[in-house]
């Protein structure tokens, strides 16, 4: 493939920014353009997903890009989940088999900002700050852009075109326009009855963590939950996912009076250590929680959608980023695999991989809302949690649905997401039946299980 080429990537988010590198390790030339000032230079608004949980698939993507370990250096293991009851009892359930496998909070601005510096250092990638695109010409292969603070329009030009401007993407709009008439056309955004609230738990004297450091805290309650993940300064971003309407809802706590007495009956040992609730939960803006879904990804040879321009889901895999990166993973393979057949078979080929995932990890992080909100408290998934960890110990071949999604990158969410759900089903059924899981014969288990499903 010829290398001379422009490629132009809209949004230099998490996943335009390491593309940006992966293509500019192929030789092309890559211009990025970003709607938001430089979050290097300007202060961002905060109130907007702080952290990220980064894990297997994601760090897959960064070692790809051979920036793993350098992004790693500013992560906080988190090995598994802290429960906490609204008694203030602690039950820590792990993620993983052992304590090799966890996953990491990570800083999104951080993240973000050394992957544009990392893309910066290449000297075919240029990235262009507070250039929104406002429309797209596919068949000159042309964006339309409006700088936002000088208000000036400009048109650019490139042999492709990429959209990673996320969830609310300009691209995805502007190819909607020429594609509705196809028959398989899809478009939608389909958005929870629930919303979210970030909170902060500051740091402890000298930066000490005020609740343990190493885990990602939930307090579920039924119908919402409140979720913790701790930051390098020693401070925690919370989550409150909480019902947009209803009688314990957004829109019903709406006084602090109400907000402090509910927190206090509800999340009693976490509002010790949030001293700016009130003032938090009316000043912090509330996120919607959305799944997008859209069929094709690409037009011809001239333009293609990527990360969660192409897939937003709702954040309760934490697999987001994570698919967003392994996205890179599999266009960057697939310019490898079908560059020379043109641009057109490169974007068919990573629609046909990304397509079946994307819609795998969408249906797991929308089930995985319902299994932390209420299903972790239940005491027959503690037992399956402890029934499987001996499973993964004892047998290699065994993997728990969590585990398939986040610590095995080399199955695919799909596979992940029919495999585990059958596991799940099997195993949930035999914990319900018994009290404690020193009566099960593992062996045996085991066994039924690998006749069932293989
Ligand atoms: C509350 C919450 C928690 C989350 N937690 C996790 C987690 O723990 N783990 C995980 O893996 N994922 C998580 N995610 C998901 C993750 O944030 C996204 O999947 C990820 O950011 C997708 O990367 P992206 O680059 O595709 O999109 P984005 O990161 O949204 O980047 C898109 C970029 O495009 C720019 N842009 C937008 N419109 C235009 C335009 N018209 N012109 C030019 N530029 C434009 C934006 O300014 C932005 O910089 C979470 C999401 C939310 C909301």
Redesign the pocket.
């Known amino acids: 493939m010829n290398t001379n080429q422009k490629i132009i990537i809209?949004?230099?988010?998490?996943?335009?920014s390491l593309l940006s590198i992966y293509m500019a390790r192929r030789g092309f030339q890559v211009a990025v353009?970003?709607?938001?000032p430089d979050m290097r230079t300007e202060e961002m608004s905060a109130g907007r997903?702080i952290n990220?949980?980064?894990s297997h698939r994601?760090i897959r993507a960064l070692k790809r890009a051979g920036i793993a370990e350098q992004i790693l250096q500013e992560a906080i293991p988190m090995k598994g989940r802290m429960l906490h009851s609204v008694e203030g009892a602690l039950t820590f359930v792990p993620y993983g088999k052992d304590d090799s496998e966890y996953i990491n909070s990570i800083s999104r601005g951080g993240l973000n900002m050394a992957l544009m510096n990392i893309a910066e250092s290449y000297d075919n990638v240029q990235l262009f700050f507070n250039?929104?695109?406002e429309s797209v010409d596919f068949v000159h292969k042309t964006l339309q852009l409006k700088n936002a603070q000088t208000g000036e329009t400009q048109e650019v030009k490139g042999d492709i075109i990429i959209g990673?401007?996320?969830?609310?993407?300009?691209v995805r709009t502007a190819m909607a326009q020429v594609l509705k008439s196809r028959t398989d056309f899809k478009n939608s955004s389909e958005f929870l009855a629930h919303g979210?609230k970030e909170l902060t738990i500051p740091p402890g004297p000298d930066g000490s963590f005020l609740i343990e450091k190493n885990a990602l805290h939930i307090w579920p309650r039924g119908s919402y939950m409140l979720i913790a993940l701790p930051n390098l300064d020693g401070s925690f971003t919370c989550?409150l996912f909480f019902p947009n309407e209803g009688e314990n809802s957004f829109a019903s706590l709406d006084t602090t009076e109400k907000v402090a007495a509910f927190f206090k009956d509800t999340f009693a040992d976490a509002v010790p250590f949030l001293p700016n609730l009130t003032k938090e939960y009316f000043e912090n803006p509330t996120?919607l929680l959305g799944t997008v879904r859209c069929y094709p990804w690409h037009i011809e040879d001239k333009a293609v959608l990527l990360?969660?321009?192409a897939h937003?889901i709702v954040?309760f895999y934490?697999?987001?980023?994570?698919a967003?990166f392994e996205d890179c993973i599999d266009f960057d393979q697939c310019v490898e695999k079908y560059g020379n057949e043109g641009w057109q078979q490169v974007f068919e080929a990573y629609q046909t991989k990304r397509k079946q995932n994307s819609d795998a990890i969408a249906q797991l992080a929308i089930e995985n809302f319902y299994e932390m909100r209420d299903g972790v408290a239940e005491p027959a998934f503690l037992r399956k949690r402890q029934l499987e960890r001996i499973l993964e110990n004892k047998y290699n071949d065994y993997h728990s649905k969590y585990s398939l999604v986040t610590f095995n990158p080399e199955i695919s969410y799909a596979e992940a997401h029919e495999r585990g759900n059958r596991q799940n089903e099997f195993l949930l059924e035999v914990c319900r039946k018994v009290e404690s899981i020193e009566t099960l014969d593992v062996d045996q288990i085991y066994a039924e299980l690998k006749e069932a499903i293989g």
Do not use: F, I
């Open positions: 809209v949004g230099a988010g998490l996943a335009g353009y970003e709607k938001r997903s990220l949980a980064l994601g250039e929104g695109c990673a401007d996320g969830a609310g993407s300009a979210y989550t996120g990360g969660d321009a937003a954040p934490g697999q987001g980023m994570n967003s």
